[in-house]
């Protein structure tokens, strides 16, 4: 099974912070990669699928990239709305995995 | 407007069985594959199962391999997770997910609202 591993497990950051979360794969993935959202009590939203390309009406601020193994997410600016939990996944082989996700909070 | 709404959660006992539904619209669900992801209070995402679009090709976590059955009915629009010999460690939410026409495993752009299945004595 294909392990991801995410950095960090939480992050503290501000509104109008530019953040990065690393996503790692236990082997090569090529560009097999999504992220997701997800707030509390509610089911997770695509945000990136492919590694780097945006969802559909997902904002701009949000950016993808990374291949093989070594993945991030950044958010260029933080906005209030984007303090949440975010998870990477491969698609790459089965069993589907996803990592432990980075919770995202204020400071 | 894609909508899947799941149903069939509860509490079971230990050993006991459930069956859960997803009821797919707004898109043509026989040209999807499906799948459910459930996550554990407090716990992050696990992936549970996968069914093609024709149910020719189906996948499950080894964790819940033997005991869990997943099926579609095409004609309904609905996918199916039977849930027997149910363990304390099945406790979670259970999300049906839609998977992006590709060449599976894809990533889901669709999920539902999750059903909660609680097992416990």
């Known amino acids: 099974d294909i392990q991801m591993t995410q950095s960090p497990s939480t992050l503290s950051a501000s509104v109008g912070d530019r953040v990065t979360i690393t996503c790692r794969a236990s082997?090569?993935?090529?560009?097999?990669l999504a992220w997701y959202q997800q707030k509390l009590g509610k089911a997770p939203k695509l945000l990136i699928y492919?590694?780097?390309s945006l969802e559909s009406g997902v904002p701009s601020r949000f950016s993808g990239s990374g291949s093989g193994t070594e993945f991030t997410l950044t958010i260029s600016s933080l906005q209030p709305d984007d303090f949440a939990t975010y998870y990477c996944?491969?698609?790459?082989?089965?069993?589907?995995?996803f990592g432990q996700g980075t919770r995202l909070e204020i400071k | 407007e894609v909508q899947l709404v799941e149903s069939g959660g509860g509490l079971v006992k230990p050993g006991g069985s459930l069956r859960l539904s997803c009821a797919a619209s707004?898109?043509?669900?026989?040209?999807?594959?499906m799948n459910w992801v459930r996550q554990a209070p407090g716990k992050g995402l696990e992936w549970v199962s996968s069914i093609s679009s024709s149910s020719n090709s189906i996948y499950y976590a080894d964790s819940v391999k033997g005991r869990f059955t997943i099926s579609r009915d095409n004609a309904k629009n609905s996918v199916y997770l039977q849930m027997n010999s149910l363990r304390a460690e099945d406790t979670a939410v259970y999300y049906c997910a839609r998977e992006t026409l590709g060449s599976p495993p894809y990533y889901f752009d669709y999920w539902g609202q999750g059903t909660l299945v609680t097992v416990s004595s």
């Open positions: 707004g898109f043509t669900f026989s040209s999807y594959s």
């Open positions: 996944q491969q698609y790459n082989s089965y069993p589907i995995t």
């Open positions: 492919k590694a780097s």
């Open positions: 082997q090569s993935i090529s560009s097999w």
